[in-house]
T-cell receptor, first 116, second 117 residues
Framework: AQKVTQAQTEISVVEKEDVTLDCVYE???????LFWYKQPPSGELVFLIR??????QNEISGRYSWNFQKSTSSFNFTITASQVVDSAVYFC?????????????FGKGTLLTVNP | GAGVSQSPSNKVTEKGKDVELRCDPISGHTALYWYRQSLGQGLEFLIYFQGNSAPDKSGLPSDRFSAERTGGSVSTLTIQRTQQEDSAVYLC???????????????FGPGTRLTVT
C-alpha cells in the first residue's frame, strides 16, 4: 500500500535561514508521481511541484528546490533564504501510476514557521 | 481564471442534522475530488468523479456520506445525521482529467470548515 511520511511535524526558523522539509514515500509501483503542496493560513492548498518516477533530476524554482532520490525513496524540499511568507503547512503527496489511479495519498504535513 | 470554489466556507450544525457542501470546479476540469482534513487523520481522500460518475466510493467513511455531480460541473457532498467526528475541513479539488498515462495536477478549493456541535 502507498504511504507518505513527513517525519517533521513542526519546524521553526528565523528569516533568511535555509530549511529542508523531508518526505519519504512507500510504493510498490514502478510508475508513480510525487507532489508538494503548500497550505498557507488561508487554508487553500497550493500546488508547488510534480515529479514522475522516471525523472530523478533535481529541480530549482527560485528559492525552492527539490531533491528526488529513488534509492532512499525520498523527495525533499528545500527553501533557501526563507521568508515570513513561507510560513505554512507543507504536504508531500504520492499518486501511484496507472491511468485509473486518481487518489493522492498525503503525508501528515510539516508546519513551517518563519520568524522575522 | 476562477479557481475552485466551495460553499459555505464555514458550517456549524447540530449533531443529527444533515448538511450539504458544494463545490464548483475550475471550468473545463472533468475530474473532481473530495478530501477531508482533520487534526487526527490529516488529508483523507473521500471520492472522485470523472464527469458525472464516481467510479470509486470506497473512501467515504460511512453510508451517511454521499456525493453527486451534475452536468459534469458542480458537486455536492451530503452528510446525513452528522456526528461530532464529522467535524473537519472538507476540501474539493479538480483536474483536467484522469486517463491512461495522464497525470494532471489537482487544484484545491479553500474548503468548508464543518463543525458539529
Amino acid at each position: 500500500a502507498q504511504k507518505v511520511t513527513q517525519a517533521q511535524t513542526e519546524i521553526s526558523v528565523v528569516e533568511k535561514e535555509d530549511v529542508t522539509l523531508d518526505c519519504v514515500y512507500e510504493t510498490r509501483d514502478t510508475t508513480y508521481y510525487l507532489f508538494w503542496y503548500k497550505q498557507p493560513p488561508s487554508g487553500e492548498l497550493v500546488f508547488l511541484i510534480r515529479r514522475n518516477s522516471f525523472d530523478e533530476q533535481n529541480e530549482i524554482s527560485g528559492r525552492y528546490s527539490w531533491n528526488f532520490q529513488k534509492s532512499t525513496s525520498s523527495f525533499n524540499f528545500t527553501i533557501t533564504a526563507s521568508q515570513v511568507v513561507d510560513s505554512a503547512v507543507y504536504f508531500c503527496a504520492l499518486k501511484e501510476g496507472g491511468g485509473s489511479n486518481y487518489k493522492l495519498t498525503f503525508g501528515k504535513g510539516t508546519l513551517l514557521t518563519v520568524n522575522p | 481564471g476562477a479557481g475552485v470554489s466551495q460553499s459555505p466556507s464555514n458550517k456549524v450544525t447540530e449533531k443529527g442534522k444533515d448538511v450539504e457542501l458544494r463545490c464548483d470546479p475550475i471550468s473545463g476540469h472533468t475530474a473532481l475530488y473530495w478530501y477531508r482534513q482533520s487534526l487526527g487523520q490529516g488529508l483523507e481522500f473521500l471520492i472522485y468523479f470523472q464527469g458525472n460518475s464516481a467510479p470509486d466510493k470506497s473512501g467515504l467513511p460511512s453510508d451517511r456520506f454521499s456525493a453527486e455531480r451534475t452536468g459534469g460541473s458542480v458537486s455536492t457532498l451530503t452528510i446525513q445525521r452528522t456526528q461530532q467526528e464529522d467535524s473537519a475541513v472538507y476540501l474539493c479539488a479538480s483536474s483536467l482529467a484522469v486517463g491512461t498515462g495522464g497525470i494532471y495536477e489537482q487544484y484545491f478549493g479553500p474548503g468548508t470548515r464543518l463543525t458539529v456541535t
